[in-house]
C-alpha cells in the first residue's frame, strides 16, 4: 500500500468502474453535440474575483467552499467551483458573441472543487457535464436545454427523476419580491448567517434545507404572485414548450438555485432515491451575468449535470449500463519468434480499429490464458513455433472454446468477420 491516499473528500476512478462514469459522460454528451453545441474547455483555475462577482459573494459556495488562494506574484485564484462563470469568461475573451451566429451553444466536461462536508454524493471533487447557450432570449432555448438533459437521462434508462421549474423573475419584478421576502423573513428566529443572508440574497434562504427554517417558510411570499406580465409569458412559454415536448415537470414555487446570477426560468432534475443529496442538476437562464463580470448584456441560459451524483442515480434504480468491451483480442505468444510475429499483428488490428491486448512479460500457456480471460476478450491469438512453420495461428473463441488455425495473411480479415 502507498503511503499517500486520495485527499479527504475526494476518490479515484479505476477500471472497470471508470467505464461507467465516461458511458455517462458520453450520454450527457450526446444529444448536446446533435443540436449545435460546440466543446469548449477551460482552465481548472481562475482569477477569484470571476467568481465572487458572478456566483456571488453571499453564497455558500463563494464565502465558504471555494478553495482560494494567492500565486507568488500576488494574483488571487481559485480552483473552480461551477462552469458556467468560466465559459461566459472564454466565451467573451474569445468574442464570440461577436461572430454574428447568436446564440453560442458550448457544452463541456470536467472536474470542479468546492470545501464542504463529505458524504455519498457530495464530494470536494466532482466532475460535471454543462451546457450553455449565450447571447439570446428566447423561451425555446430554455426548454431546448431542459428537453436535451431530460433526453440524456431517459437514453440512460433513468426513470425515477422528477423535474421542477420555476421563475425568478428579471430586473423588473423581482426588487419587488425580493422586498416582501426580506420584510416576512426579518421576523422569523433565524441564526446569524442566516439573518446575513436575508440582507443579502434573501432568496437563498429559500433554499435552506434545514427543518428549522423550513418550519418557518409556510405562509412566506411566493414569487409568482410578484412576476411582471413579462415574465410570466416567457415563463408560460416555456411551459407550454416543454408540454408540447411529452416533457413532464412539476411547478416548484419555492426552487431557487444556490447561484445568484440566475433569473427567469430555474429549474433542477432531482432523484428520490438518492437520499438528502438529491438533486442530480440543474440549471436556468442567467441574463446579467455577463455585465456583473464586465462583459455587454448577453441573455444566456444553461445547466450543469452531475456525473457522479447521475451514477449514484442509475444504481439506485438497479440499472447496469450496456459498455463497450475494452478488448476484443488478446494475443498469447509462445516463445521469442512468435513474441515478434504476434506483436506485428497486434499492431495491424489496432490500427485497423479492433481493440487488441497482448501478453508481457514472457507469461506461459496457462498464466496468459488467464490474463486473456481477465481481459474480457471475445478471441485469443495463439501461436508457437510450429504455428509458425506452418504458416498460421490459432484463433480461439473464449466463450465456446472453439480454435482454428488462420493464415497469418488472413488474421484481420478473420477477427472482423467474426466480431461482425
Known amino acids: 500500500?502507498?503511503?499517500?491516499?486520495?485527499?479527504?473528500?475526494?476518490?479515484?476512478?479505476?477500471?472497470?468502474?471508470?467505464?461507467?462514469?465516461?458511458?455517462?459522460?458520453?450520454a450527457i454528451a450526446a444529444p448536446l453535440k446533435n443540436s449545435g453545441y460546440g466543446y469548449i474547455e477551460t482552465p481548472g483555475f481562475e482569477n477569484v474575483e470571476l467568481f465572487s462577482r458572478g456566483v456571488g459573494e453571499s453564497t455558500d459556495i463563494v464565502s465558504k467552499e471555494m478553495y482560494a488562494f494567492e500565486t507568488k506574484g500576488g494574483t488571487k485564484l481559485a480552483l473552480r467551483p461551477e462552469g458556467t462563470a468560466s465559459v461566459l469568461r472564454a466565451a467573451l475573451q474569445a468574442n464570440l458573441h461577436k461572430l454574428g451566429n447568436l446564440p453560442v451553444k458550448l457544452w463541456y466536461s470536467g472536474s470542479y472543487y468546492r470545501y464542504e462536508r463529505p458524504q455519498k454524493g457530495?464530494?470536494?471533487?466532482?466532475?460535471?457535464?454543462?451546457?450553455?447557450?449565450?447571447?439570446?432570449?428566447?423561451?425555446?432555448?430554455?426548454a431546448e436545454l431542459i428537453i436535451l438533459a431530460d433526453q440524456a437521462y431517459r437514453t440512460l434508462g433513468l426513470s425515477q427523476f422528477r423535474i421542477l421549474l420555476n421563475s425568478l423573475g428579471d430586473k423588473e419584478c423581482r426588487p419587488v419580491y425580493r422586498d416582501a421576502l426580506q420584510g416576512f423573513l426579518r421576523g422569523l428566529e433565524l441564526d446569524e448567517d442566516t439573518r446575513r443572508r436575508v440582507e443579502i440574497n434573501p432568496l437563498r434562504v429559500l433554499d435552506d434545507k434545514r427543518a428549522v427554517v423550513q418550519k418557518q417558510l409556510v405562509g412566506a411570499p411566493l414569487l409568482r404572485d410578484y412576476l411582471c406580465d413579462a415574465c410570466k409569458a416567457y415563463h408560460e412559454e416555456v411551459r407550454e414548450l416543454l408540454t408540447a415536448a411529452g416533457v413532464a415537470y412539476q411547478d416548484d414555487e419555492k426552487l431557487v438555485r444556490g447561484l445568484d446570477y440566475y433569473t427567469r426560468t430555474t429549474f433542477e432534475f432531482v432523484h428520490d432515491g438518492l437520499g438528502s443529496q438529491s438533486a442530480v442538476g440543474g440549471g436556468g437562464r442567467y441574463d446579467g451575468l455577463s455585465e456583473m463580470i464586465g462583459g455587454p448584456a448577453l441573455p444566456s441560459v444553461g445547466w450543469a449535470l452531475g456525473v457522479d451524483r447521475t451514477v449514484l442515480a442509475l444504481e439506485a434504480e438497479g440499472i447496469e449500463l450496456e459498455l463497450p468491451a475494452t478488448t476484443s483480442v488478446f494475443a498469447v505468444p509462445l516463445g521469442e519468434e512468435a513474441r515478434r510475429v504476434l506483436f506485428g499483428l497486434v499492431t495491424e488490428l489496432r490500427r485497423a480499429g479492433v481493440a487488441t491486448d497482448f501478453s508481457y512479460g514472457g507469461k506461459g500457456l496457462k498464466g496468459a490464458m488467464k490474463s486473456a480471460n481477465r481481459s474480457g476478450a471475445r478471441y485469443a491469438l495463439v501461436a508457437g513455433e510450429r504455428d509458425l512453420a506452418e504458416g498460421v495461428v490459432q484463433l480461439k473463441d473464449m466463450q465456446s472454446g472453439e480454435q482454428s488455425p488462420v493464415a497469418l495473411d488472413a488474421v484481420l480479415d478473420a477477427v472482423r468477420e467474426r466480431l461482425a
Open 122 to 142: 457530495r464530494y470536494r471533487h466532482f466532475s460535471q457535464v454543462g451546457a450553455e447557450a449565450i447571447g439570446t432570449e428566447d423561451p425555446a432555448l430554455d
Open 1 to 26: 500500500m502507498s503511503t499517500f491516499q486520495a485527499p479527504k473528500g475526494t476518490y479515484d476512478l479505476i477500471p472497470p468502474e471508470s467505464a461507467k462514469y465516461l458511458a455517462v459522460r458520453e
